[in-house]
C-alpha cells in the first residue's frame, strides 16, 4: 500500500511533467474508485492550468486556480507519466491528457483510490481535521505531549491516528519506535516529553529516508509500467519477526495491536 514516502515520491515525479501544463482532455474509462469520480470531471478540469501538486497526508492535490483536484492512491494505485500514451492495460482507470503531449495515467487494480473534485480543499471532508504534517514544524514534543495526554491507547495507534498526525502508516510506526527506544504497546500518555522528542526525530528520520530512497526510482514515474515507488528501507523491525535485532541481538517479537502486525525489540524498546 502506497504510505507517505510513496506518494511524496509520486508527487516529485509527476510535477515537473504537469506544472504549469494545461489540461485539454480527461478520460475516465471506469469512474467506481472508492467514491465514483464525478461525471463532470472531465469539463471542470479541461482547459485549465496545474498551477502546483501538493501533499497532504496521503492525498495528492493538483491546484487548478482557487479549486482542487484530490487524487487518492487507495491501497494499489498508482499515476504514471506517458510522454506517449501506451495502449491501455486493464485497470487503466483514468487518463490526464496535457497540452505538451504527456499523460497522466491513473492505474489502480483494487480500486480503492479517488479522484475527487473540491472548491476548497481546506474544508473537504476527507482533508479537514487532519492532524499536522509529520515533516512539518507543528510536529513536534509539545504538541504531541498534548495531544496524547488523554490517550490511554498504546502509543504505536495513537501515532496511526490521523488525527494525532497524518501519514504514519504501519511500517513507518513499527520502525520509528524503534529508532526512539520506545515500545509500542505503552501507552501514549504515559511517556514523558523526553521520550515524545526522540519518537518525533525518529518518525522525521524514518520518513525521509525512505522518501530519499524514493529519489532514486523518479526516473521510473516517466514511461514506465513497473512498480515505481514502491521501495523498501532496510527495515528494523517491520517484517522481521523471530529475527535478531540488528542492534543487540534479542529476538524480534511480534504482537497485534488494532489488528495490525507489531513487531518490536524487547530490549532496545522499553
Ligand atoms: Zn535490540
Redesign the pocket.
Given at each position: 500500500m502506497p504510505e507517505l514516502p510513496e506518494v511524496e515520491t509520486t508527487r516529485r515525479g509527476v510535477a515537473p511533467h504537469a506544472i504549469g501544463q494545461r489540461i485539454v482532455a480527461m478520460r475516465v474509462y471506469d469512474p467506481r474508485l472508492r467514491w465514483p469520480v464525478p461525471p463532470d470531471l472531465p469539463s471542470l478540469v479541461t482547459n485549465r492550468v496545474i498551477d502546483r501538486i501538493d501533499r497532504r497526508s496521503k492525498y495528492l492535490l493538483f491546484r487548478i486556480g482557487s479549486q482542487t483536484l484530490i487524487v487518492h492512491l487507495g491501497m494499489t494505485g498508482s499515476l504514471r507519466v506517458h510522454t506517449v500514451a501506451p495502449p491501455r492495460r486493464p485497470h487503466d482507470h483514468v487518463d490526464i491528457e496535457l497540452a505538451s503531449g504527456v499523460t497522466l495515467r491513473y492505474h489502480d487494480p483494487r480500486r480503492f483510490g479517488a479522484m475527487l473534485w473540491t472548491d476548497c480543499a481546506d474544508e473537504h471532508p476527507l482533508l479537514r481535521g487532519l492532524g499536522p504534517e509529520p515533516l512539518e514544524p507543528a510536529f513536534d514534543a509539545a504538541y504531541l505531549y498534548g495531544a496524547t495526554r488523554k490517550r490511554s491507547c498504546a502509543i504505536k495507534l495513537a501515532l496511526m491516528d490521523n488525527h494525532v498526525v497524518v501519514g504514519v502508516g504501519n511500517i513507518y510506526a513499527n520502525e520509528s519506535l524503534f529508532r526512539a527506544g520506545i515500545r509500542p504497546t505503552i501507552a501514549a500518555r504515559r511517556l514523558s516529553k523526553p521520550r515524545l522528542e526522540r519518537l518525533v526525530v525518529a518518525v522525521r528520520e524514518t520518513l525521509t529516508a525512505a522518501i530519499s530512497k524514493g529519489g532514486s526510482t523518479l526516473r521510473d514515474y516517466v514511461d514506465s509500467d513497473g512498480n515505481a515507488g514502491y521501495f523498501q528501507l532496510d527495515y528494523y523491525v517491520y517484517g522481521r519477526e523471530g529475527a535478531p535485532?540488528r542492534?543487540?541481538g534479542?529476538t524480534i517479537r511480534t504482537v497485534r495491536l488494532g489488528g495490525r502486525a507489531t513487531s518490536y525489540?524487547p530490549?532496545?524498546q522499553r
Open positions: 535485532c542492534v543487540c534479542t525489540c530490549k532496545c
